[in-house]
């Protein structure tokens, strides 16, 4: 580990879709300028990909094409979607489709495409393991970055700005968190690999694998349903604690909390009532199906009404209040609120599509804690800090939901937000240079 680490003006850490967002910002405002600021971003993945575990045949994106990576900020610009489209030659035949909603994994693959250019000032495989102020005169003047590169070597960076936007961590509650490392249990976030280490190859012959999943999201219905298709004898149970799936409003004037002006008016309401604003709106993301899955669900179990056989159960008011390993199973405990009766059924693999938990301060922060003025953002998504050098800030993308509203953990506002950052880092980086720079000759 060097003793001197390498200084670039700004770092990301993470590098999926809200800093990509970023880069192209700051590549943008930064066009034709005569001093440029060194960029760096680090992601501990070892290539680009996006929530690659979940790229389900069929699986569409849940937001139009035209909330990219630029358009709401600049709709020419050559990041756009549909320009990946007119470059991979697909212009016209998307059209025919008449969509607004690309399939995931081409969505995945556009995002491939525009972090392509920049594999110049993007670092893989490199994990951050903390953040540690560097001070000058008791001021907070640079952040020391601790981590290790892709072949676990210790690795030292340093910078003046940061921004964190490396994503949420898998929520996985009790009782189901006490069997973490269990290859039969995962979290939506890892089910593709996770199924596989599971269950093995399909087969056509042999025992029906048993499979929970335990949740009522989108997410949750989509591994149901694709867990039975990829496993032609499975017997696949999904556990909701409602007593019914719930469709997502996306009806237009409840859409409009996705809208950028949204940002405004819950982060300048009142707390109490942006706290209501966002609770009014939770059925637009949490808990929700679009409506076209939950209507291929039902009549799928309407078709095994008729066969009389039954491969799908959808386990409604059914909390799991217990689980353990059982064999070569996981013995759960399952409880229906409704009928106030307990049963126990053994699985061969349990998936918990269950959401992401996302700290306000990340813990690989902590070390700035004596400098943190507070533990929330502010407007521009900067966390203030003091006492600090003018030339130095911290912005965190993706964990202000309590004072930002929805859109935080989405993708509806991203190259909106990355311009806000991007202005306040380059206004912050030429004030402190012209502060610096000698006066002119009288």
């Not at 009782?175 to 087969?203: E, K, Q, V």
């Not at 949750?220 to 990829?230: F, K, L, N, P, S």
Request: aromatic share 8%; hydrophobic share 45%; proline share 7%.
């Amino acid at each position: 580990m060097t003793d001197q680490p390498h200084t670039d003006d700004i770092i990301g850490i993470g590098f999926g879709p809200a800093n990509l967002s970023l880069a192209i910002a700051l590549t943008d405002a930064l066009r034709g300028a005569a001093v440029r600021p060194s960029l760096r971003f680090l992601e501990r993945q070892e290539s680009f990909g996006w929530h690659r575990a979940m790229m389900l045949p069929g699986a569409d994106m849940q937001i139009s094409f035209v909330k990219d990576l630029v358009s709401l900020r600049d709709p020419t610009s050559p990041f756009s979607f549909i320009n990946y489209l007119h470059g991979k030659g697909r212009l016209n035949a998307f059209l025919n489709l008449k969509t607004f909603n690309p399939s995931r994994v081409e969505y995945n693959d556009y995002l491939a495409w525009a972090a392509e250019h920049f594999s110049d000032v993007a670092t893989y495989g490199e994990t951050v393991e903390a953040v540690r102020p560097e001070t000058r005169d008791g001021r907070l003047a640079a952040f020391v970055l601790t981590g290790r590169d892709a072949a676990g070597r210790p690795r030292l960076r340093r910078c003046r700005h940061l921004v964190l936007a490396a994503g949420g961590d898998p929520a996985i509650p009790e009782p189901f968190a006490r069997l973490a490392g269990d290859r039969r249990l995962m979290h939506a976030s890892w089910y593709l690999p996770g199924i596989a280490a599971a269950l093995g190859a399909p087969r056509l012959d042999g025992p029906q694998p048993r499979i929970l999943v335990v949740g009522a999201g989108q997410s949750a219905v989509e591994i149901a349903v694709d867990a039975g298709a990829r496993y032609p004898r499975a017997l696949v149970d999904l556990a909701i604690r409602g007593p019914a799936l719930k469709p997502a409003d996306d009806s237009p004037f409840v859409n409009e909390i996705f809208d950028p002006e949204a940002v405004d008016r819950v982060h300048d309401a009142p707390e109490p009532v942006r706290a209501e604003l966002i609770a009014a709106h939770r059925a637009t993301n949490y808990a929700v199906v679009d409506a076209d899955l939950i209507q291929s669900f039902y009549a799928t179990l309407y078709e095994q009404e008729v066969s009389g056989q039954t491969r799908y159960r959808l386990r409604r008011s059914t909390r799991v209040v217990a689980i353990e390993p059982a064999g070569s199973g996981l013995r759960a405990e399952l409880r229906d609120d409704v009928a106030g009766t307990q049963e126990h059924q053994t699985y061969d693999a349990v998936i918990c599509a269950t959401g992401y938990h996302r700290a306000a301060v990340p813990a690989m922060l902590e070390p700035l804690r004596p400098f943190m003025a507070a533990d929330t953002v502010d407007r521009r998504y900067r966390l203030h800090l003091e006492p600090a050098e003018p030339r130095v800030s911290l912005h965190l993308q993706g964990v202000s939901e309590p004072s930002h509203g929805l859109t935080e953990t989405l993708l509806s506002i991203l190259p909106v937000r990355a311009g806000e950052i991007a202005g306040t880092i380059l206004d912050a980086e030429r004030a402190a240079r012209a502060a610096i720079r000698p006066a002119a000759a009288p």
